[in-house]
C-alpha cells in the first residue's frame, strides 16, 4: 500500500474545461487509475469547472460515462465509490473576475494545496489567471498546471509565459508534455546512466547515426480546423519528438533534480543547427496524406476529410535531418520523422552503432552490418539489440547470422503496472516535483528553432508533398536518408 499522506499533502485540484476532451478522456480517467493504485491523498477534492448549466451530481454521471467509454477496463464499483466522492462541480464564466471568489469557499488552503489545471484554450488562460488573482485565493503553495498548445510560435508562447508568470512564480508552473510521463522515455535515463556499456559508448566515435519516429496510425479525428492551423511540425515535433532528443543527447546530469535535468536539455536545443532557406529542402520533408487505405479499411486524404478547407498545404508529416553541434554529437545526423495516417501506430528510437574498421568475416558478409539499438516506446515496449552470432556447427568457416538480444517490458516486468503517461503526470504535479515538467527556457529554445523551419518553409515555398494513407510517408523521405547512404529502419 502506498502511503500518500508522507509524501504530499492533499489537494484542491480545480480543472479548469472539467467537461472538455482533455478532462473527459484523460484527467477523469487518470485521477481514477490513481485511485485504484491507492495514490490519492483521502482528503484530495477534485472540481471541475465549465460553462455549461450541470451540477456535481449530473458532473459525476459525466464522469462515470467517461470512464465508461474511456477507461478500456471493467470499472471497480467500490473504487468507483471512493472516486466520485470527490468530485464535484461548479459553473463558471471564467471571462468573468467575480465570479473567481467562489474558490474562497470551494478550496481550503489551510488544509489543501490548490492545483489549478487550466485544461482550456489558452486564450482563457489570461482570464483565469486575472480572476485568481482577484479572488484573493491563491498562497505560495498553489500551482498551476498547462500543456501545449503552449504558443504557435516563439512570440505567441511568450505571451503566454509572461501571462502566467503574472500570477505564478516560475516553481508554482506545471508544463506537461505527456510523453515525458511514458515509462519508456524516462527509462531512456535509466538505459543512459545506469549501464555503463551505454554511458561509454554514446557519441560520435561509435555511433553513426540516430532515429526518432513516432508514427501515428490515427489521423485528425474531428479537430481538422484546429489541427490545420498547427501542423505536423508544431503538433509533435516541438515537443515530443524535441523531448525524446533532448532524453538521447544529453550529457549526464548532475542527479535526478529538476534544475540539472532541464540544464542539461537546453543545452542540447540550444545546439541545434538551424535550418535555413538555403538548405531546407534537403534537410526537411512536408507531407500530406491522400486517400489510402490502413488495416484494409478505406481512409479519406487529408484534404477529403469533414470540414477540410481543400486548398490547405498544411503537413501531416514531417521528417527531418538534425544536426546537434556539440562535442559529443559532430557529425552524427539525427533523423526524425513523425506523421498522421501512417501505416502503424510505433514510436521508436534506433541508435545505428558505426561499422568495424575490418571485417574478418567476409564468408559470410562482404561489408558487417553494424550494431543498432532498438527502443520501443509503444506499443509493445522494450529494448532490442541487433549484434551478429556464430552460427552453431562444426564446419570449417565461422559463419555469421544476425541475432537480437530482445526485452520486453511486459514480460520482464509481467508484475508491475505500467501506467499511462498522464497517471504519473498528474501525480508529479500533486507532489509538487518538477522534474517531468518543461521549463519556460526549454520551451522557448524549442520554439526558437521550430520557428527557424516553417520561416524557412515560408521563405523557400517547400511543397507539401502528398502520400497515401497506410504508407510511411512519401517518398521525399527516403531520399532524405538516401542522399546520405542511410534508410530508415522499417
Ligand atoms: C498529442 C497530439 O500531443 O499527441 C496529437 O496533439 C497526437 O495530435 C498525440 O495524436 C499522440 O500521443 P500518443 O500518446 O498517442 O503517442
Redesign the pocket.
Known sequence: MTTTQEIFPPCDLVIYGGLGDLSRRKLIISLYRLEKGNFLEPDTRIIAVDRLEEDSASFIKIAYKSLQDFLGEPLDEAIWKKYSARLSYQKMDLTQPEEYKIFNQLTDSSKRVMVNYFAVAPFLFQHICKGLKHSGVLTDQSRMVME?PIGHDLESSKEINDTVASVFNDDQVFRID??LG?ETVLNLLALRFANSIFTTNWDHNTIDSVQIT?A?E?GIEGRWEY?DQTGQLR??VQ??LLQILTFVAMEPPVNLEAQSIHSEKIKVLDALRPITAENVHEKTVRGQYTDGFIKGKEVPGYLNEEGANTSSTTESFVALRVDIDNWRWAGVPFYLRTG?CLMH?R?EIVINFKQLPHNIFQESYRELPANKLIIHL?PNEGIEIQMLNKIPGIDENIKLQRTKLDLSFSETFKNSKLFG?YEKLVLEAMRGNPTLFISRAEIEQAWTWIDSISEAWEKSNEETKGYPAGTWGPVASVALLARDGRAWEE
Request: charged fraction near 35%; hydrophobic fraction near 25%.
Open positions: 501545449k505527456h510523453y511514458k513516432v501515428e490515427v489541427f503538433d509533435m515537443n515530443h498522421k501506430k514510436t509503444q503517461g
